[in-house]
């Protein structure tokens, strides 16, 4: 079981990414992807989630609401994160993750991890 993701970069005040997380060694469709974020000297912190798709939901944390939309793309087995509006305070490295057994709702723990990828916003 692995995780990529991808998609990170240097981008302005205002800009956008989007994020890509392929799974390889399962079908992901059925499991709930986490995307978490780290800054410099921070904790880890959960910034979305989107169920299996079976159940369709999506979670956010509040300071990204309304800019980032997290969606999967079950033919490619990736989950992405559009991120919209970036701010400085968005700059992170950041992981998707998967809970070891499959099932609906977004998990409170996650056991396999991808690489991460750095998301810098300047100002």
């Known amino acids: 079981v692995q995780l990529q993701a991808s998609g990170g970069g240097l981008v302005q005040l205002g800009g956008s990414l989007r994020l890509s997380c392929v799974a390889s060694g399962f079908t992901l469709d059925y499991y709930a992807i986490g995307w978490f974020r780290q800054a410099p000297g921070k904790e880890r912190e959960g910034v979305s989630c989107i169920s299996s798709t079976n159940d369709g939901s999506t979670y956010y944390v509040d300071s990204v609401k309304g800019r980032f939309t997290v969606s999967r793309d079950n033919a490619k087995n990736t989950v992405y994160l559009q991120m919209n509006s970036l701010k400085p305070e968005d700059t992170a490295v950041y992981y998707c993750?998967?809970?070891?057994?499959?099932?609906?709702?977004?998990?409170?723990?996650?056991?396999?991890w991808g690489q991460g990828t750095l998301v810098t916003v300047s100002s």
């Open positions: 993750a998967a809970p070891r057994r499959p099932g609906s709702s977004c998990p409170s723990g996650y056991d396999y």
